[in-house]
């Protein structure tokens, strides 16, 4: 299964971009879908959910505020609004579907992942 992760860039601190992920409509139907990020030297962490009807969202307490995840059921595709982006939100950025219908903060509960996009925030 194919995740498509795009959006990435160069930004300076205070901007803001929009990643996107799309997948075949199969994977992304019925399931929930996070985003998480890795950047050098550090263990992947969680970024943000959101479940399969799109109402229920969770966040990392340090994206909190600034960053909004939400789905297209009908372009089969998820998106992070990342505002007021920090130095400290330099990393690649994957997203992945859950393996239920929900959204969780363990990335051991997802089935697919994408090949990740790169957000790099300059001070």
């Known amino acids: 299964v194919q995740l498509q992760a795009s959006g990435g860039g160069l930004v300076q601190a205070g901007g803001s971009l929009r990643l996107t992920c799309a997948a075949p409509?199969?994977?992304?139907?019925?399931?929930?879908v996070g985003w998480f990020r890795q950047s050098p030297g550090k263990e992947r962490e969680f970024v943000a959910g959101?479940?399969?009807?799109?109402?229920?969202?969770i966040y990392a307490d340090s994206v909190k505020g600034r960053f909004t995840i939400s789905r297209d059921s009908g372009k089969n595709t998820v998106y992070l609004q990342m505002n007021s982006l920090k130095p400290e939100d330099t990393a690649i950025y994957y997203c992945?579907?859950?393996?239920?219908?929900?959204?969780?903060?363990?990335?051991?509960?997802?089935?697919?992942w994408g090949q990740g996009t790169q957000v790099t925030v300059s001070s």
């Open positions: 992945a579907t859950s393996r239920t219908a929900y959204a969780s903060r363990d990335d051991a509960t997802y089935a697919y």
């Open positions: 409509r199969r994977t992304f139907s019925n399931n929930g």
């Open positions: 959101i479940n399969w009807r799109g109402g229920n969202t």
